[in-house]
């Protein structure tokens, strides 16, 4: 039976990320790397469906950014975050307008690296939000935290049915694990639990905060 994971800010090959975030216990960047890689490929199987809610990597060669996907098992649901240069030229060639000037025979090694690799569809935004529903919770995914998001409960009211792309919750990255809590609102990042979050495990800490 696959299983539903999250997780955002990887920030691999990022030497800086480790001061920033301190509580990332690794004295390299390639130490650091190698940790979450294990442990995504440890947690996450090959028939899992993992949501990343944004800045996997500095790094804005596409290429490269193929080759790092290649590594990563299961099938990534991709928000693109600040920080997502490469991504976002990977994702370019999967678009109907993408640059022309791109070689085909380079789309084609991205395309194959990539095949596992799902970034939502503009249709299936709303005001830069894509939805996620599961068990009858309904969530709004967005790399940002927003204090206000579409279907948000507000005076008591569940406002979920106004508009098929909201939620009761929200989830997102960005934060490092610094954004103030709130409730029904949760920074699913990887410094929140220094760890890649099970849908359990968000269930749980979302209600926690409740």
Partial sequence: MSRIWFTSDIHFGHRRILTYCPNRPFTTIEEHDAAIMTE???KVAPHDV???LG?????????????LCSKLTGTIHVVLGNHDRGLKRVRAMYDQFADLDIPHDLIAEVKGLTKHVVFLPRSDRVEGFYRFRMGGISCV???????DWPGRAQHGHDMAHVDPLSGRWHLHGH????????PARLDVGWDTANKILS???VQSLVRANM
């Fill in 55 to 67: 800045d996997l990597t500095l790094d804005s060669d596409p290429l490269r950014v193929a080759q």
């Fill in 141 to 147: 995914l967005n790399h940002h935290p927003v204090e």
């Fill in 175 to 182: 934060s490092h694990g610094l954004s103030r809590r709130m």
């Fill in 199 to 201: 849908w359990e495990e």
């Fill in 50 to 52: 993992i949501y990343f």
């Fill in 40 to 42: 995504w490929r440890e």
